[in-house]
């Protein structure tokens, strides 16, 4: 919180800002159950509450949400103990409650809100493709002029978000998620603690080259480096270290 400008958590017409989580669902490839991660709702959360912006979570369904295992700084494999935003999220009950009844994406109206923030985890990959509302309001949200921005394995919705005339909303964008040099890294890590065979792979496609196969200008700043890129009114944020690289482009998107 900045004291220089203390009026900023004081406004009288705040930014508002929806992001949406992924609910539970079970990964088609080793049977785990997977969810949303962390760091890609508490970073940007954290961001946004910095400049008073109001903040809802939304997920395609409705209802109460899990996270990743390893995305919780408590999780025995440590990957994420020293993320103490999360950490301090969790803990704070009012904000536990807002994962524990998100609000369904059906009823979200464009009109209430300046931003929207589509978060990832490993559920995206296998559960976005059935969510229609989910694609709908993205597609309607861009449409609209306002920031629209998906983060890591978020920007799965890119795979299924389609202009009215057909043509997906991410061809001739410039535009980032989680690339193929970190879902390596990520598959050789389960091959390496023998949680995977060899002849099988994490996730069960690749956003880089999902999006490069759509037409998309797909960039990275090389693995785990927090990056984000702006293409008008589309911000797309590589992995879970860019929660709030993406957060800062979208504020100063909105002129902040």
């Not at 408590?74 to 969790?90: A, E, R």
Request: negative net charge; glycine residues 8%; hydrophobic residues 40%.
């Amino acid at each position: 919180m900045s004291l220089k400008n203390p009026n900023r958590v004081r406004s009288t017409n705040p930014k508002r800002v929806a992001i949406v989580i992924a609910n539970p669902a079970v990964s088609s490839v080793t049977g785990w159950p997977v969810g949303f991660w962390w760091s890609e709702l508490t970073h940007p959360y954290h961001e946004f509450a910095e400049k008073g912006y109001e903040v809802t979570v939304f997920s395609p369904n409705g209802g109460p949400c899990e996270a990743d295992a390893m995305s919780d700084p408590n999780d025995p494999s440590g990957y994420s103990s020293s993320d103490l935003i999360s950490q301090g999220f969790m803990h704070t009950p009012s904000l536990r409650a807002l994962i524990d009844d998100t609000k369904a994406i059906a009823d979200l109206n464009i009109a209430d809100f300046d931003a929207l923030v589509v978060a990832g985890g490993q559920a995206p990959m296998f559960s976005f493709e059935s969510a229609t509302d989910l694609h709908a309001k993205f597609v309607e949200f861009y449409q609209s002029g306002k920031v629209t921005a998906a983060l890591c394995h978020g920007t799965a919705i890119l795979r299924y978000a389609k202009l009215p005339n057909g043509e997906y909303l991410a061809k001739g964008k410039t535009v980032t998620g989680f690339a193929n040099v970190e879902e390596d890294f990520a598959d050789n890590a389960v091959w390496d603690y023998g949680l995977l065979s060899r002849d099988k792979h994490l996730m069960p496609w690749r956003i880089e080259d999902e999006l490069k196969a759509l037409g998309a200008n797909f960039v990275q700043a090389g693995l785990w480096r927090g990056f984000a890129i702006r293409d008008g009114n589309l911000i797309t944020g590589q992995q879970n270290f860019s929660g709030a690289e993406t957060a800062k482009a979208i504020i100063e998107a909105l002129g902040e």
